[in-house]
């Protein structure tokens, strides 16, 4: 069976393209890496503005200290159910410290940071929030950053 | 990154991902169970210097079930 049928067929099913991925060797091993968390699940200190459930580009830090009963998650994309019983689903915190208690990583680092991933400017988050976040992290001399929500 | 979807995240180029059975909103384990957390979590480091090419996605094995 041929699978073409007509010459020059073209699909009109679009294809997203997918952007080339950012690679970063490692240099250190964990146990000398300071570690921070990045999510785009909405979370951020009770303090804070919420985020606009409808989309937003903007960004919250998070102190590394912080207790998670001073947190919270404001995300119009996915069922918050679990996440409000428990901040650690989705920003392992209190999990990293007890890694770095160990020694299993070098330590935590000074800021975290949360942003609303369900919609939002696509070109500001990649030309501006996320250049951002990345900066500011680089600053902390943070080696490494684990990222929750996709 | 620690995946709930992982086509989603493919399709978004993530260099070095890992995909436990969780669904979205508890991407680093079910609530308040402590040991599930500390395994993803742990895991996802261990694999962060152990996966050596750009878009691997490692599948991990711990299972949460989120009751609606």
Same mark, same amino acid.
């Given at each position: 069976?041929?699978?073409?049928?007509?010459?020059?067929?073209?699909?009109?099913?679009?294809?997203?393209?997918?952007?080339?991925?950012?690679?970063?060797?490692?240099?250190?091993?964990?146990?000398?890496?300071?570690?921070?968390?990045?999510?785009?699940?909405?979370?951020?200190?009770?303090?804070?503005?919420?985020?606009?459930?409808?989309?937003?580009?903007?960004?919250?830090?998070?102190?590394?200290?912080?207790?998670?009963?001073?947190?919270?998650?404001?995300? @119009? $994309?996915?069922? %918050?159910? +679990?996440?409000?019983?428990?901040?650690?689903?989705?920003?392992?915190?209190?999990? #990293?410290? &007890?890694?770095?208690?160990?020694?299993?990583?070098?330590?935590?680092?000074p800021v975290h940071f949360g942003?609303? @991933? $369900?919609?939002? %400017?696509? +070109?500001?988050?990649?030309?501006?929030?996320?250049?951002?976040?990345?900066?500011? #992290?680089? &600053?902390?001399?943070?080696?490494?950053?684990?990222?929750?929500a996709g | 990154m620690i995946a709930?979807?992982?086509?989603?995240?493919?399709?978004?180029?993530?260099?070095?991902?890992?995909?436990?059975?969780?669904?979205?909103?508890?991407?680093?384990?079910?609530?308040?169970?402590?040991?599930?957390?500390?395994?993803?979590?742990?895991?996802?480091?261990?694999?962060?210097?152990?996966?050596?090419?750009?878009?691997?996605?490692?599948?991990?094995?711990?299972?949460?079930?989120?009751?609606?």
């Amino acid at each position: 069976m041929s699978l073409t049928v007509v010459k020059g067929l073209q699909s009109e099913i679009f294809v997203p393209i997918t952007p080339a991925p950012v690679w970063t060797p490692v240099t250190k091993e964990l146990k000398d890496m300071k570690i921070a968390l990045a999510t785009a699940a909405g979370v951020h200190m009770k303090s804070d503005d919420r985020f606009n459930l409808a989309g937003d580009f903007s960004f919250r830090a998070i102190p590394g200290d912080a207790p998670v009963s001073d947190m919270m998650v404001s995300h @119009g $994309g996915y069922d %918050n159910g +679990d996440v409000n019983k428990d901040i650690n689903c989705m920003f392992p915190i209190d999990r #990293l410290r &007890e890694l770095a208690d160990e020694g299993f990583i070098g330590s935590v680092a000074p800021v975290h940071f949360g942003f609303m @991933g $369900g919609g939002g %400017n696509q +070109d500001k988050f990649t030309n501006e929030t996320g250049p951002e976040i990345a900066r500011q #992290l680089k &600053e902390e001399g943070v080696d490494a950053v684990l990222l929750t929500a996709g | 990154m620690i995946a709930a979807l992982p086509p989603v995240v493919r399709q978004n180029g993530s260099p070095r991902a890992v995909a436990p059975l969780v669904p979205m909103g508890a991407n680093a384990g079910g609530p308040n169970n402590i040991e599930q957390q500390y395994a993803i979590t742990k895991e996802s480091l261990e694999w962060m210097v152990k996966i050596s090419s750009a878009g691997k996605i490692v599948p991990l094995n711990h299972e949460y079930i989120a009751k609606i």
